[in-house]
């Protein structure tokens, strides 16, 4: 019976908050207030909340008819998510979350407009807070997104995407060293080596050719 009352009573939290989300109108107090009253120990609340981000993310798919109005939804709830994350409501992995579930279930063509939102929001990653929470779903989620695209037919997304891991991790990334010393070994060159004597054999040839320009040009 109490795991029954603890289950009810979490179900019933999770929809205030994904009422709370889905009239959110730029008053983050009230949805820290919601937080604030909701019963249970801060890691279940916060638990909750994350659940209740991807719920209303789940309406917003379910909803959306491949428009810029439908993107812009999906970037809002993003931003929302890193306020409550800023304030202590929701733990900083959430908003890596909600676009990783976003880029698998739409087209590649709303995937490049809703990357702006990661382009423009580098400051906010490389924050210590949410880039160790979450630079291992960032790395995951664009690896992903080049496999769907083509080098070829997709070039600048692919581009945009490249740049954007560059910004984002440093040098001393491990994912982008060579830590295991693995090379190409069919890439091979080939290199033509030519003799002491047939290099000055070339080098008198061409002598001879310009001193006979030299004779035509004098008569």
Request: hydrophobic share 35%.
């Amino acid at each position: 019976k109490y795991f029954g009352a603890m289950s009810s009573q979490s179900l019933e939290t999770r929809q205030s908050f994904a009422q709370n989300i889905l009239q959110f109108q730029g008053d983050i107090s009230q949805l820290q207030e919601a937080f604030q009253q909701a019963p249970g120990q801060e890691g279940d609340k916060k638990s909750i909340i994350e659940q209740s981000f991807r719920d209303v993310l789940k309406e917003l798919i379910l909803k959306s008819d491949k428009s810029s109005q439908s993107v812009s939804s999906f970037i809002d709830l993003v931003l929302l998510a890193v306020k409550c994350a800023e304030i202590g409501i929701c733990y900083h992995s959430v908003p890596f979350l909600l676009l990783s579930d976003v880029f698998d279930c739409i087209t590649l063509d709303l995937c490049e407009n809703l990357f702006d939102v990661i382009e423009n929001q580098v400051s906010t990653w490389t924050d210590p807070a949410f880039f160790s929470s979450g630079k291992i779903l960032l790395l995951r989620m664009c690896n992903d997104l080049l496999r769907r695209l083509s080098s070829s037919q997709n070039t600048v997304f692919c581009g945009r995407i490249q740049l954007f891991l560059a910004r984002l991790f440093p040098l001393s990334e491990k994912s982008a060293l060579n830590l295991m010393s693995h090379f190409n070994l069919e890439n091979v060159t080939t290199f033509s080596k030519h003799s002491d004597t047939e290099t000055k054999q070339k080098q008198n040839s061409e002598e001879e050719g310009e001193e006979e320009m030299e004779t035509d040009e004098g008569e």
